[in-house]
């Protein structure tokens, strides 16, 4: 019979000192711009997913700086923003707008209109990404 969601059998990280640890390398990891289902911890026979930092994080907010976090995840939406912007003005020419449009899409749903999402695109990287594949079009025709 399998444990009920939720439990507390099996805490992956019981030290708080490895708390910080991982929690440090899951905003290093968003920072980066990289999917938060892509984040893991390992240290020796110590594991989490990021579905159990979230839970730390929620359950325990005086452990986990709420706004280290949310400063991460700006930074790497700056760095994808960035990433277009330099495409869009001809700075790197080498850039895949196919494979830039399916991120910013997909990672950061700028072209959906149905929800009110936190990280909805704004106007101006729209403008930018706009452009971008405009330009990439002509260049094609």
């Known amino acids: 019979m399998a444990a009920e969601k939720g439990n507390q059998y099996h805490l992956a990280i019981k030290n708080p000192e490895m708390r910080q640890k991982a929690y440090n390398q899951f905003c290093e990891h968003l920072a980066k711009g990289k999917s938060i289902k892509s984040w893991y911890f390992e240290d020796g026979e110590v594991m989490c997913t990021w579905e159990t930092m979230l839970s730390y994080i929620e359950k325990n907010p005086d452990e986990f700086a709420s706004i280290k976090k949310e400063i991460s995840h700006i930074k790497g939406f700056q760095h994808w923003e960035s990433v277009c912007e330099d495409s869009a003005s001809g700075k790197n020419k080498e850039a895949n707008t196919a494979s830039l ?12 209109k149905e929800d009110n999402n ?6 101006e990287t729209k403008k930018i990404l706009d452009k971008l594949i405009s330009s990439h079009n002509n260049i094609k025709e």
Do not use: V
């Open 101 to 112: 449009q399916m991120i910013m899409r997909n990672k950061y749903g700028w072209d959906k």
């Open 118 to 123: 936190t990280n909805e695109i704004p106007e």
